[in-house]
């Protein structure tokens, strides 16, 4: 399906927390891949999954993971970060 415009908010936020999961798998995941799915259905949903080391036990929210967090919140959104065979970020924006 094409995408319907999104507000410039959206598009800044959405594009902005992409770049910093892709950012992360580079810094963090040694991972040998890496996807990034846009859908939508009355909701951005973007997930951002990778085949890397997945998380730390201990992991603790760095500066990355709180701006994405951040952003989606500041749009009525969710953000969530999980293990699944590397790791997999979702994040939910209402449009």
Known sequence: ??????????????????????????????????????????????CIHDDGVGLPVDLNYGVGLTSMSERAAELGGTFTIRPDKGTCVDVRIPL
Do not use: T, W, Y
């Not at 999104?6 to 936020?13: I, Q, R």
């Not at 992409?18 to 950012?23: L, R």
């Open 1 to 46: 399906d094409k995408m319907p415009q999104l507000p410039a908010a959206v598009e800044v936020a959405s594009f902005r927390i992409v770049q910093e999961a892709v950012n992360n798998v580079i810094r963090h995941a040694q991972a040998q891949s890496c996807r990034v799915q846009i859908r939508h259905n009355g909701v951005l949903e973007i």
